[in-house]
């Protein structure tokens, strides 16, 4: 009987909304809405070979880069770059949250325990200026498209997914923009 009654309870226990059941997936995303290739660099700074974090508004220097190479470029350009295609989306980080049977803070619990800053700067950068300058002098002269530095408010009012261009449900949100970039 006894074995009944704590069979019973752990049941209970699972079946409570504040009781972490199981992990669930989490992703921030982007998609690119352009006709225009994307590389995306994400700066949280949670890695040594991802150092930079708001408000340091620069992009890493080559000593910090991956294997990624572009075709007519001979630049090894960082593996935290994702290339987005035109029309396209990518995940941004994924990660597994534990959650209750409703979800219950699963955004707030993701932010807390993988992004761990206030602001998330998410860099735009055009493969075209890659291919053209390489990615040394793109990040040494900070040629980017965009550069959006987001709150956890601001990226959970978009669904986890940051589109580009900008949006009007982006309207407020700190968005800076070089129209010239992509003409470079």
């Known amino acids: 009987m006894k074995k009944i009654c704590l069979f019973a309870f752990i049941l209970a226990l699972q079946s409570c909304y504040f009781f972490p059941v199981w992990p669930e997936d989490v992703c921030l995303s982007t998609e690119n ?3 225009d290739s994307l590389l995306v660099y994400v700066a949280w700074g949670r890695l040594p070979s991802n ?3 708001y408000p340091d508004t620069l992009l890493p220097r080559d000593a910090y880069v991956g294997e990624i190479n572009l075709p007519h470029t001979n630049d ?6 994702l290339l ?3 029309h396209d989306g990518t995940a ?3 990660s597994e949250v534990n959650s209750d049977y409703w979800g219950h803070g699963l955004y707030d619990k993701f ?7 206030d602001v998330l700067s998410v860099f735009y950068i ?3 200026s890659v291919r053209k300058y390489g990615y040394d002098y793109v990040a040494s002269h900070n040629i980017i498209v965009a550069r ?13 997914i940051i589109p580009y261009p900008p949006t009007d449900a982006m309207s407020g949100m700190k968005i800076w923009r070089d129209k010239q970039a992509s003409n470079r």
Do not use: Q
Not at 76 to 81: D, E, H, K, Q
Not at 148 to 160: F, G, H, V
């Open 76 to 81: 090894s350009i960082s593996g935290y770059l």
């Open 126 to 128: 055009s493969t075209d």
């Open 148 to 160: 959006y530095d987001l709150t956890a408010s601001d990226i959970k009012s978009l669904n986890m």
């Open 84 to 86: 987005v295609p035109p």
């Open 51 to 53: 150092p930079t974090v």
């Open 33 to 35: 809405h352009s006709n």
């Open 111 to 117: 932010f807390n325990e993988f992004i761990r800053t």
């Open 92 to 94: 941004l980080l994924c």
